[in-house]
C-alpha cells in the first residue's frame, strides 16, 4: 500500500571525533541510538524514557513545575518502601528471598505465538497468504532471542511498562511528536479511560470544574462527574473549541455563582473529536496553547484518533488523493500536536491503540513532563499497577521486532487510505439521500464520526410545542424503526444547564462495512422525510 | 500429579418430571448448567453471574445491603448515558452507526497461539514434550467453533468482563465457595491492586482509618495512604488478626483522639498473609466474622494464596503426605473463605492469578453481593475499564477450553506439592543453619512467605542503646553483606505510631529454587551468629 520507509541513516549525538549532530530521532536513526543504550531485560527491571530519547532532547529547556495545580492526593503520593530493596540487587552473587515474586516455572505458558500480516500486505486476505507466525518463547531472553519474553512479561512488572515497550513508546513518540522540551517521560497506560480517571484524581478536587468542549466524550463527562467534578463548556465550530470561549469562561469566572474556584484543567480530542468529528487546526492548537498559557490552565490532549486524520475529501465520487509517498511525507500531513508545541509542559497526552490496532490489549501510553509522569506512575503503582505483560509481549513482537517503526507508518498509512474511503462513503450516502433542506455537515478530517446537523425547528412538532428532546428522541426513533441506529447529541452535552440551541446526530463510518454505511444513510433519509414531512 | 477428576454427572434444577435436586455447582455438573445457558458470544456481550450460577443459588436468602457504608464517590455513580442505545441492537435488520467500535478487519491479528502444559503433565519439561498449541483465530465464533475468539476480545469489552470467562469464574466461583446467599455476582478485574483501591474508594473518605493486621501488606498500605485513609493496627498470633483485638479497637475507638469516625472496612488476607505468612483457621474465620457483624464492618479478604495452601509440614526430613486423591478431597483441605461464611454478603473477595498462573495477566476477579459489585463495575466503566481481551483469550483458552475446571484444580494440587517442597527445603535450611537462641518461627501453612522472629533484645547494640529500627538495619545489611536479601518486618508496619516490640524478617521461599534457599538461609545463619557474636 506504502512504498519502503524513506530511510536517513545517521548517527546522532555521538562522539566519533565529529560534533554531535543532535538531529531529533528519525525512523532510519534509531538503530544507531539503540545501539548506544542496552535495554534492560530482566524481571521487573526499571527503566525510563532518557534512555532512549536523541541527544537533541537533552539540549531543549527544562519543563516548568505544575506542583500548584496538583490536588492534595497527587501531592500526597510516596513511593513504596519495598522497593528501596531493590538497590540491592545489583550486588554480584546475591541470592534474594526478599520481592514476593512466583518463579517463571509456574507459568504454564511455554511460548505464545500470533500470526500477523508482513507490510505492506496489511489485509485479513493478505495476512493470511503473506502474513507470518511470530512466536514469544518463554526464555527468549536467556537464549539471545528476543528483548523480551514470557519469563519476564508474565511476571510482575514495572507502572512504566516493560523497558523494550517504553523504548518503543518513547521512539515513536520522538519521531512523531519531538517535544519542545528536554524532560518528558513516557509512561504504558492500562488505557486512556483510567489514564483519564488518573488525571482528574492527580488534578482536581471534589466540587472542581474543567473545562470541556461543549460537546464532548461522554465516558470522560461520567468520569468527571463521579468524581464530582463538574464540565464548564466551551463554544466550538467546525474545528472543534473556539479560543475565544475559553478565553471567556476564564476571564469571567464567577467562583461565588459557580460556587467554585477557577478551573485550570481543560480535556479535548483535538483530532476527530468525539463526537464531532472536528480537528482542530494547526493555527488552533496555537491560539488556544496560548490562552491556556494566559491562564495557567493544564491540557489533557486525549488523541485515539490522531492517526485517523484523513485524505482531504474532494466532493461525491472523486477519488481521493494517492497516499502520502513517503514516511516523512506521511508525518508532514500530520497536524502539530500539542505535545509537540507545549514549551511549558503544560500537555498529558494520552496515546491509545484502541482505533489504530486493538481496543482489547488495554495497553495505552501517556507522555507529558517528568513530574507530571511521575506523579502518573506514583498513582499506577497503588492502582492499576501495570498494563498486562500479555498485551505488553504481544504487542511488542508486533511492534518493534516485527513491523518496527516504518511497518507501523505503512500500517497507519494503509488505515487513513482505508478510513479515508470509509468515510467518503458516507459523506457520498449523505449527499445522495439526507434532504439538505434541513440536514447539514461538514466533512470530517479525521476520526471515526460524522456529525449531522438536523434543523429541529422545521420538525412539524416545533410548532405544536415540542421541546428540543422531545423532537430529537423522535428522529431517533423513527431512525431505529426504519432500521439504522445512530447517537443522539444530548448524550455529548457537558452542561445540561446550558439549554442545547442546536440538534445533532452522531454517525460512525468505522464499524459497519460500506454498502451497510450506504444502506443505513438510506434508512436515515427515508425516516428524516417522513419525520419532517418533506416531499 | 493428580487422578483425574472424580466425575459426578448430575443434572441440577432441571424439571424433567423429577423434583430438582439443587445442588450446588460441582465440576461434574458443569456441563448439564452449560447446557441451560447459552453463553452471550456478540462484540461487548453484557453478561452476569446469574446466567451461569446453578438453580441452588437462588433458594438462598439475599445479601444485605450496605448504602451506609458507602462513600460518597460511590453512592453518586451513575451508568453509562451511551449504554441505553444496546436496548436497541436487538431489532432485526437493524445497522448500527451508533457504537464508535472499530472493525475488527483491522485488528492485526489472524491468530493467537500458546504452548500449554497437558494434566497432569505439569512441568517445564513435559510441556516441551507433551504440551499442545491451542489456537484463538479471529473468526473461531462465526465458524462455530469456540465461544469467544479475537474478533470480540480484541474490540471493546464490557468491565464485567467476557462472557465466557465471566462463566467460567463463577462456576469456579460456587464449586469452591459456594457463597450462603443468593445474589453473589462476579466481576474481572485488572488485578487485585487495582480492586482494592477501587474498594477503597468505595468505602471510604479522605481521612478514615481502615482496620488492618499489625503487618501487612506494604501496597495495600501505600494505597489507603495515598488516599489520605489510615490504618487502625489490630494485634495478630501466628493465626494472623485477633478477633479480640479486632473487637477491642472498634469498642474502645475514640474518635476525638483519632480524629475520625469508627472505622468500617477491615482488610486482611487470610490465607498465607504477605508479610507474616499467617493463615487464618476456620474457627478463627467465623469468630472475626462475628465481630465484622457485630460492629457492622464490611471486610475486602484479599485472596492471592487460597490455593498455596500447603501440606502439613511434619519436620526436618519428614517427606510430605501424599497428594489429595481427587478434587473433592482436595477442596476439603481447603479452609473455607470468609465468602464461604458470609450469610450477610458483607465481603468482597478479590480474586487473583498472580501466584497460581501469571502475574503479568493483570486478570482477576472479585465477588460480592450484587449491590457491591454493581459499583464496583460502574467505577470500573469510568477508570480500568476492562481487563486486556488478549489476556482473556489467552487465559480462556486454557482455563476452560483447554483444561477445564478440573485440569485447572489438578494444576492447584500440583502447585499445592511443589510450594509444600519448598516450603519444607526452607524450614529444614532454618532449623540446619539458623541459631534458635535467638531466632524462631511457626511453619507456614499456606502463601510463599516464612516469617523469623529474631530476639533482638539479645543483640550486643541492645545493651549499647542501639534502638529497634538500628539493630534491624544492623542485621539486614549484614545479611546482603553475606549475599542474601531478605524483607524487614518494618517495611510492613500498619501503624507507625505504635512502637515496634518484636522484630521480624521476611524470607520468600517462591522465586529461589531449593539449592539456592539453603544456601541464602546458612548466609543468614553466618550473618546473624556475627551480629549476635554468636559461637
Redo the contacts between chains.
Keep these: 500500500m506504502s512504498p519502503p520507509a524513506a530511510v536517513e541513516p545517521q548517527d546522532q549525538g555521538v562522539s566519533n571525533g565529529a560534533p554531535a549532530t543532535l538531529e531529533p530521532l528519525t525512523v532510519g536513526s534509531v538503530p544507531a541510538r539503540r545501539a548506544k543504550t542496552k535495554v534492560p531485560t530482566g524481571v521487573a527491571a526499571a527503566s525510563s524514557s532518557d534512555m532512549f530519547k536523541s541527544a537533541a532532547c537533552s539540549t531543549k529547556p527544562k519543563a516548568k513545575r505544575f506542583d500548584h495545580l496538583l490536588s492534595?492526593?497527587s501531592r500526597?503520593?510516596?513511593g513504596?518502601?519495598?522497593k528501596q530493596?531493590a538497590q540491592?540487587?545489583k550486588?554480584p552473587?546475591?541470592?534474594?528471598?526478599?520481592?514476593?515474586?512466583?518463579?517463571c516455572?509456574?507459568?504454564?505458558?511455554?511460548?505464545?505465538?500470533?500470526?500477523?500480516?508482513t507490510p505492506p500486505h496489511?489485509?485479513?486476505k493478505e495476512?493470511?497468504e503473506t502474513?507470518k507466525?511470530v512466536t514469544s518463547a518463554?526464555y527468549d531472553i536467556r537464549d539471545g532471542k528476543s528483548d523480551l519474553d514470557l519469563e519476564v512479561?508474565?511476571?510482575?512488572?514495572q507502572s512504566i511498562g516493560a523497558a523494550p515497550l517504553v523504548r518503543w513508546v518513547t521512539e515513536h513518540t520522538e519521531i512523531v511528536h519531538n517535544p519542545p522540551y528536554s524532560d518528558w517521560q513516557c509512561s504504558l497506560s492500562?488505557?486512556s479511560?483510567?489514564s483519564w480517571?488518573i488525571a482528574l484524581r492527580m488534578f482536581c478536587e471534589?466540587g472542581d470544574y474543567i473545562l470541556t468542549e461543549e460537546y464532548t466524550f461522554?465516558?470522560a463527562l461520567?468520569?468527571a462527574?463521579?468524581?464530582?467534578v463538574r464540565a464548564a463548556a466551551c463554544k466550538m465550530d467546525d474545528q472543534g473549541l473556539l479560543p475565544e470561549s475559553l478565553d471567556e469562561v476564564m476571564s469571567n469566572w464567577d467562583a461565588t455563582a459557580r460556587g467554585a474556584r477557577k478551573p485550570h484543567l481543560l480535556y479535548i480530542v483535538p483530532s476527530g473529536q468525539?463526537p464531532t468529528g472536528s480537528t482542530h487546526g494547526a493555527q488552533r492548537r496555537k491560539d488556544i496553547y496560548k490562552v491556556a498559557q494566559k491562564h495557567d490552565i493544564f491540557i489533557v490532549e486525549d488523541e485515539p484518533y490522531y492517526f485517523l486524520q484523513m485524505q482531504p475529501y474532494k466532493g461525491a465520487g472523486a477519488a481521493p488523493d494517492a497516499p502520502p509517498s513517503s514516511h516523512d511525507e506521511f508525518l508532514k500531513t500530520l497536524i502539530p500536536s500539542y505535545l509537540n508545541i507545549d514549551v511549558d509542559g503544560r500537555v498529558l497526552r494520552l496515546e491509545s491503540f484502541?482505533?489504530?490496532?486493538?481496543?482489547?490489549?488495554?495497553?495505552g501510553w501517556v507522555v507529558g513532563s517528568e513530574q507530571i509522569v511521575e506523579r502518573y506512575i506514583?498513582?499506577s503503582?497503588?492502582?492499576?499497577?501495570?498494563?498486562?505483560?500479555?498485551?505488553?509481549i504481544?504487542l511488542y513482537k508486533?511492534l518493534d521486532e516485527s513491523w518496527g517503526h516504518a511497518g507501523y507508518f505503512d500500517?497507519l498509512i494503509n488505515?487513513r487510505m482505508?478510513y479515508t474511503n470509509r468515510r467518503n462513503k458516507m459523506l457520498e450516502a449523505c449527499e445522495k439521500y439526507l434532504p439538505k433542506s434541513i440536514a447539514s455537515w461538514n466533512p470530517p478530517a479525521a476520526g471515526?464520526?460524522h456529525w449531522i446537523k438536523i434543523d429541529w425547528r422545521q420538525h412539524p412538532g416545533f410548532r405544536e410545542g415540542k421541546d428540543h428532546a422531545a423532537i430529537e428522541d423522535s428522529i431517533f426513533k423513527a431512525a431505529?424503526e426504519e432500521?439504522?441506529?445512530?447517537?443522539v447529541g444530548s448524550?455529548f452535552v457537558a452542561d445540561h444547564s446550558i439549554p442545547e440551541t442546536d440538534m445533532f446526530f452522531r454517525?460512525?463510518?468505522?464499524?459497519?462495512?460500506g454498502d451497510?454505511?450506504d444502506?443505513?444513510?438510506r434508512?436515515i433519509g427515508v425516516a428524516l422525510r417522513a419525520e419532517f414531512k418533506l416531499e
Tied chains: 1, 2.
Excluded: D
Aim: net charge positive.
Design positions: 492534595i492526593e500526597g503520593r510516596k513504596s518502601s519495598l530493596a540491592y540487587l550486588k552473587g546475591l541470592i534474594s528471598l526478599g520481592g514476593g515474586l512466583p518463579s516455572e509456574y507459568f504454564p505458558f511455554e511460548s505464545i505465538s500470533m500470526k500477523i500480516p496489511f489485509s485479513e495476512t493470511i502474513g507466525v518463554k512479561s508474565l511476571n510482575y512488572g492500562v488505557g479511560t483510567s480517571e471534589r461522554a465516558t461520567e468520569a462527574i463521579s468524581l464530582g468525539n484502541s482505533k489504530v490496532i486493538s481496543p482489547g490489549s488495554r495497553v506514583r498513582h503503582e497503588c492502582s492499576t499497577q501495570t498494563a498486562s505483560g500479555m498485551a505488553q504481544i508486533l500500517w488505515l482505508e471515526m464520526f431505529i432500521g439504522a441506529l445512530v447517537s448524550w454517525a460512525t463510518y468505522a464499524a459497519a462495512p451497510k454505511i444502506e443505513a444513510i434508512r
